[in-house]
């Protein structure tokens, strides 16, 4: 592409306006290296055999697949010696990771779930990383599971990378939400989608329709009404989309917007809800909010919870920020 911007020269002139620091570049350009490589990992497929179940459950009771520890551990050798980061936490590890004894200490803590929608892997369906950075608290050399407790709002910079027909990266670094194309034949992320801005208003909804009948009631009446199409209260015809990973929702949300909802429904009330608020919902609500979209549980912004625990669930709703607000009256009414 003539006059094509990498995610290399965006850093760098976001170094040079004094908004991001040399760390967060590093931490970043060594962050992407380990998407590239999950990238070419899951296009290799069957092929390098990383297809199917490892065997073992996560922290989450879930069943692993092979790519979640491929991915995880990639994301791991691929930070733990830089010295930008002083721990990281990921939805595969049950407490912080902490760094080897001798590998030097940083400034940032990351935070990821190295391959969202991973049960969409045997079949081929997009998956995706998604990441989170903060602050490490000032003088911890080996931070623990409460030194990752910071709300959204506190983010240095998010971001998700989408293993689909292309391999893209939208970045927050808290100044607009930005899209990027990797170019395998430079190894290159570029510039494709500056400044995303979702449109304020959608007539397409992306919900699990499966757990209808454990859903709230303000989420029964919004889907409900959205059913209804032209001839109900909304006086138009809507679209459904369910992809089972976030990352594919809320990239075409960032494009042509829409609504995401994974919200509280009877059966999960207990764990909190289904999506992860330190490496799935926080990091996601700050690429959306930034992007002009909006955030909730349907009862507060999610960036502005206190996380209690480094696997803290909570209710999603986010997208298109009209919609996103309906829905948030709709609790309130209710
Ligand atoms: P369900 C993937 O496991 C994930 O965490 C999100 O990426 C996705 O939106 C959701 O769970 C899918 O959940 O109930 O459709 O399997």
Redesign the pocket.
Known sequence: MANAISLKQYLADELRKGNIDADLVGLLSDTMTACKQISYDLSQGALMGILGMAGSENVQGEDQKKMDIISNDVMIEANNRSGYVSGMASEEEETAYTLPSDAPRGKYMLLF?PL????NIDVNISVGTIFSILNSPEGVENPTDKDFLQPGTTQVAAGAVVYGQSTLLVLTLGNGSHGFTLDRNIGEFILTQPDIQIPADTREFAI?AS?QRFWEAPVQRYVDECLQGAEGPRGENFNMR??????A?VYRILTRGGV?L?PMDEKMRAQGG??RIMY?ANPMGFIVEQAGGACSTGRERIMEIQPTGLHMRVPVILGSKNEVERIISYHKDA
């Open positions: 779930d969202d929608g991973s049960s699990n757990n369910w992809v089972a990973s976030m990352v929702e995401f994974y289904k999506l799935e």
